[in-house]
Each structure stands twice: as C-alpha cells, then as structure tokens.
C-alpha cells in the first residue's frame, strides 16, 4: 500500500480544503494510505501525523483557511530540519509528500525533493504569482477584493471622495490589476510598472472635468505608501481623499466554484500522479486540464504579468 502526506504551507489560500479533501478521497480511492500533517512543515519535524479517512474531510469544501493549519517553517529550510523531517517521514514508511503552498512552500518541496521522498507541489496563494499556472485562491481574493471595491464607491461616489485602496500581492500585481479592471478602477497601480503620480492625478482632473468627483485607486501592497499617496493627492487635487486598507480579509472566506474546481482537480491529479509512479513535480493548469511540470522547472521561471490588462484599465478608466 502506498502511503502519502499531505500538507499545507505558507500563507493560506481560499481552496486550501478543498484541495485537501481531493487528495485526502482520491488516495483512499486509489487505496493508499494517507496522512495529514499540521502546521506544514513544521508540522513534518515535529513529527504531526494524523492518518486520514474519507470522513475526517467531510464539510470542508466550502470552508476558507486550512484545518491542516500552516505555517511558515525557518526551521525546515535548515539542513537540521530537513533532516528531522526526512527521519519522520521515513521511520513512517511514508514516501510521498503533497504540499500545498505558495512559492516559498514550492521552492522547500524542491529542496526537500532531493532528501528522496517523491514530492508533488499544488499552488495555492491568493498572489497567484507562481509560474505557469493559476493559484488556488486567487480567485476567491480577486472576488473579495471586488466586493470591497463596489462597496466603496457606494460611499465614494455619494460624497464624491477619491479613495484609495490597498490591496495585497506581495511582489506580484494580479490582484491590484485583476480587482482594479473588474472594479472599474480609475488608476491602479502595481509592481511591475513604475508609478506615475502625475498620471493618476490627471486621470482624476478629466473625471472632475465632466462632473465625476469620486475617484477609485487601487495600489498594491508595497507599490507607494498610501498615506503619503493621499496627501499627495489631496494637495494637488484639493478633495477629499480616504485610504481603505484590505489586508488579510482578502485571504479569508469562502471559496468560489472556480478555486473549489481548480482544487479538486489538482488534488485529485497529484494523487493519480503518484499512484501512476511519477515524481518532484508541480500540478499546474488553470482549469480542469492539470498536468505535470517538474519542481526544477518551476523554481527556476519566474511569473511575468498580463500586461494587456493594465492597457485595458488605462483605456477604460475615463
Ligand atoms: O502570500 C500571501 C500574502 O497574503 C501576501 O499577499 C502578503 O504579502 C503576505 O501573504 C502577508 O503575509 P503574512 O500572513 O505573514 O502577514
């Protein structure tokens, strides 16, 4: 009987269980033996195996965050903890991994490859800023983001305010870009492109000009410091400007179909993979077609964003 581990990794991501309960039922299906590991890799030095059965992921489809729990492991990037881990895994006759996580997790599924267990990586993270594929996750953020972003110019535009709001995204624009076309945006502002101040306030000046007073801004994280954009603004705008800051609720929540789909198809196939005897691999797809890209492959691409999108905002945004 082949056994597997599962676990999570990283910043959690909206899809996270239902990725899961995907690898968790198809392992039993294809009768192996699986067992969940807490609080990621961590969890895989300490030793946190608890085996799984087809009810232990019974209701979690639909739940946000990880019943897994994460963490992200300093420890496990240590040759003392990769080791410890390796020992937990081998004393348990366990040699498959799947780790669910975001590019640190990936890039520790890679090195942990190498120890000998077959590692097999899902991407999930709502920055869906991983390689060739779409991220579990970003999705339902993208989503949230939108909401919070249609409730806004509710009030932006009753009392004719600029608002600005942050999104997160760590290095990565796809959910300032993303949320900010969906939502209408005037000006959007993200990593990859250098900020242009003088352009947001023009895009601001030609709203004003035919009778539109609010404003929406959507800046990623770590682009511009927000409350130094908002004086900036209301300096040479002279109207009121508010900062909304997102944060972490962007990474909560329920999960949509589409995360829920893109889960269950990854983890299902990281579970064919296996039993099919292949190895270090990423799952990558961005719909119900999955396949195989190896770990190696992975951590040495790097995402390049759509640019098309920011084009289209730019356009649009009048
Ligand atoms: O990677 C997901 C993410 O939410 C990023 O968008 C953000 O920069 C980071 O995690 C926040 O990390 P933490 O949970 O450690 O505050």
Redesign the pocket.
């Known amino acids: 009987m082949k056994k597997v581990a599962v676990l999570t990794s ?2 959690d991501a909206p899809g996270m269980n239902a990725a899961i309960r995907a690898v968790v039922r198809t392992g039993i299906y294809r009768n192996m033996l699986v067992y969940g590991v807490n609080h990621g890799f961590e969890g895989l030095i300490a030793g946190q195996f608890t085996k799984m059965s087809l009810g232990s992921v019974a209701d979690i489809i639909h739940r946000g965050g990880t019943v897994l729990k994460t963490s ?1 492991s300093r420890t496990f990037m240590t040759d003392n903890g990769c080791q410890k881990a390796f020992e937990n895994l081998h004393s348990k006759g366990i040699e498959n991994l799947v780790v669910i996580g ?1 590019n640190g997790s990936i890039k520790g599924a890679y090195e942990f490859s190498k120890s000998g267990i077959n590692t097999v990586a899902i991407p999930a ?3 869906n800023d991983i390689v060739y594929t779409r991220s579990i996750g970003f999705d339902t953020a993208i989503n949230t983001a939108l909401e919070a972003i249609n409730r806004i110019r509710d009030t932006a535009t009753s009392h004719g305010r600029i608002f600005i709001i942050e999104v ?3 290095d990565c624009g796809e959910i300032a870009l993303s949320a900010g076309v969906a939502g209408g945006a005037e000006s959007i502002l993200i990593p990859e492109i250098e900020p242009d101040l003088h352009q947001v306030i023009e895009k601001i000046e030609m709203g004003i000009e035919r009778g539109k007073l609010h404003s929406i801004i959507i800046v990623a ?1 770590g682009v511009y410091p927000v409350m130094e954009l908002r004086d900036f603004i209301q300096e040479h705008t002279g109207h009121e400007t508010r900062v909304s800051i997102l944060g ?1 609720m ?2 909560g929540g329920m999960p949509t179909a589409v995360d829920r789909i893109l889960a269950s198809c990854m983890g299902k196939a990281a579970i064919d993979y296996i039993a099919d005897g292949g190895s270090n691999v990423m799952l990558s797809g961005y719909d119900i077609k999955v396949r195989p890209i190896p770990l190696q492959e992975v951590i040495h691409g790097s995402k390049t964003l759509e640019l098309d999108l920011f084009e289209i905002a730019r356009i649009l945004a009048r």
Do not use: A, F, S, V
Request: charged share 35%; no cysteine.
């Open positions: 990283g910043g992200r975001g993270t709502i920055d997160m995204g760590r994280e972490h962007q990474r």
